[in-house]
T-cell receptor, first 113, second 114 residues
């Protein structure tokens, strides 16, 4: 069974640009969550999607948005990039979310110059 | 908000040594998860614990869900070089709730003793 896949793996952008990251969950998983990981803040929850609906949102500005498609694939968008947005962005999937354990993808390393 | 205190922050291991780390919180959790992350990769689930007092093993790894539901422990026996990496604990406080309730510790970095 294929794991969670994320594309691209690495990305370099400049301040002010926008970026879209993609996540394909494990087959049969309908919940996708996104996290930002930085050395200083650790793993911080961005949002969770389940059946194409955003079910929960972390404490991030509106520049961070996401969506989920009918095949459960999810995208995350960051507009007007700032230097502080440089991070490893991880997505994780589970069948139904909630108390179920979630499985992480390898992440997208974003560098904002 | 809820926080997990994970300790130690870092430790050095010599091959063959046993390793212990733990996570504590002032809040009660219903699920405890332990992950390992290698550089540039996503966290990989090691052990999941769903019941207070539960003791679960995965090879040389053993984890326990504290009886108070406010802590969890991970032990690695007879460590080997490939055990190096960062270990994260994560707690989930709300059955049926969103994944937003998954709280992560800051991680324990395991390195090889020079």
């Amino acid at each position: 069974k294929a794991g969670v896949t994320q594309t691209p793996r690495y990305l370099i952008k400049t301040r002010g640009q926008q970026v879209t990251l993609s996540c394909s969950p494990i087959s049969g998983h309908r919940s996708v969550s996104w996290y930002q990981q930085t050395p200083g803040q650790g793993l911080q929850f961005l949002f969770e999607y389940f059946s194409e609906t955003q079910r929960n949102k972390g404490n991030f500005p509106g520049r961070f948005s996401g969506r989920q498609f009918s095949n459960s694939r999810s995208e995350m968008n960051v507009s007007t990039l700032e230097l502080g947005d440089s991070a490893l962005y991880l997505c994780a999937s589970s069948r139904r979310g909630g108390a179920e354990t979630q499985y992480f993808g390898p992440g997208t390393r974003l560098l904002v110059l | 908000g809820q926080q997990l205190n994970q300790s130690p922050q870092s430790m050095f291991i010599q091959e063959g040594e046993d390793v212990s780390m733990n996570c504590t919180s002032s809040s009660i959790f219903n699920t405890w998860l332990w992950y390992k992350q290698d550089p540039g990769e996503g966290p990989v689930l090691l052990i999941a614990l769903y019941k207070a007092g539960e003791l679960t093993s995965n090879g040389r790894l053993t984890a326990q869900f504290g009886i108070t539901r406010k802590d969890s422990f991970l032990n690695i026996s007879a460590s080997i070089p490939s055990d190096v990496g960062i270990y994260f604990c994560a707690g989930l406080s709300d059955y049926g709730g969103s994944q937003g309730n998954l709280i992560f510790g800051k991680g324990t970095k395991l390195s090889v003793k020079p």
